[in-house]
């Protein structure tokens, strides 16, 4: 399957797409340090900047044939909870940009990515356009609410998930179904897309539920499974396991990983684009709930940058330190090869100086807890580009986040469902 990639930012996305087998065939990305690494991480994908001047005769001039899906995070910055809310009256809202690509390549497949804020901001009102839009499509439409830690991160970023699916716009005419939807009264019709509309809801994971209980009056009226129950490709942490990332125990040399009960999980803050901004980190951080002041309060393992790369001391540092003791025993900052790590990206992915990032080994320990043997350091010095990095890590998705909506798709698109 052949995919156009909207709002790319750094692949998360895409990288998610491509372990399932899908190319990426055009970006849309206009932040320049996004571009240089979109260019350095999938060279000869073409990269267009503006999305208002992309267009469905502009990408079929310059030799894009045709387009199977659409992905993107569309910008949330007007809906998050932890901005000012404007919505669809914010100048970033553009989401009508993504709907008119989509319509004009007539994509069967449509993925859009954005903050839980969604359902809320406007009342609502902005999300039930996206779902209108896309049903005015003729795309039946699926989406849910779920965190990074669903999927086994040590950071919860919840996001939403938006699946579309356009029935009509299959490749294989004259296939049987397209006959029967050709002798259908316009009510029929109606009722048919309504009915493949529930049939792709029932693709998307469940929306997490307040009660889990079986005894609950309201949940034996539901006939949609829970979260826990559908879940079944990355297990979170369970009382008294051995927390392995993504690999068995007994696959794990000895050593390397340690056991964390469920007393001891505490999640890491979710990355954002504003923990590029922070030069150090200083005292005024330690009570923020961000990244930044997470590592500042659990403490580090630290690290200076070298020619042959980052170096890991042995001292822990714990809290209670005042910033000028701080900056002479580490004098480090935020580590955007850490947190790549804690974004399930390849470190180094965000370097556009490195030339081979080493494949992502695993999740990062949880707050509380010493580092596993295979993460970088929290900290480190001399980091070239550090806030670009972390800003564009910040504004990225969380890798593995969106892999079962792609693994869905591979499975209806190549047979393997019914």
Known sequence: MKWISLFSGIGG??????????????????????????????????????????????????????????????????????????????????????????????????????????????GGELFGDVIRDLAQMGHSVGWSCYGACDVGASHKRERVFILAHSTSSQQQSGTKEQRILRTMSPNEREQYNFNRSSEACNLMWPTPKASLRADCSCERKRNTPDLASAVKMWPTPMVSDVYTGNMKSSQQKTGSMHSVTLAQVVMWPTPTAQDGKNSALPLSQKERDSVVGAVMREGILWGTHTASGSVRSDKYIRDGITPTEYAKMVGGQLNPDWVECLMGFPIGWTDIECDHPIPWPGNPAFMGQQQYDYEPPRVATRIKNRAKRLKALGNAVYTLQPLPIFKAIADIEYGRVV
Request: aromatic share 8%; proline share 4%; glycine share 12%.
């Open 13 to 122: 996305l895409d990288l998610a797409a491509h372990m399932m087998g899908f190319e990426t065939v055009a970006f849309v990305e206009q932040d320049p340090y996004c571009q240089s690494i979109l260019n350095k991480r999938f060279q000869g994908v073409p990269i267009y900047g503006d999305i208002r001047e992309v267009t469905a005769e502009r990408l079929k001039k310059d030799g894009i044939g045709k387009i199977d899906g659409c992905a993107g995070g569309f910008p949330c910055q007007g809906n998050s909870t932890a901005g000012k809310r404007k919505g669809k009256s914010d100048d970033r809202y553009l989401w009508p940009e993504m709907a008119r690509i989509t319509r004009e390549i007539n994509a069967r497949w449509m993925v859009g990515e954005n903050v839980r804020g969604i359902l809320s901001v406007d």
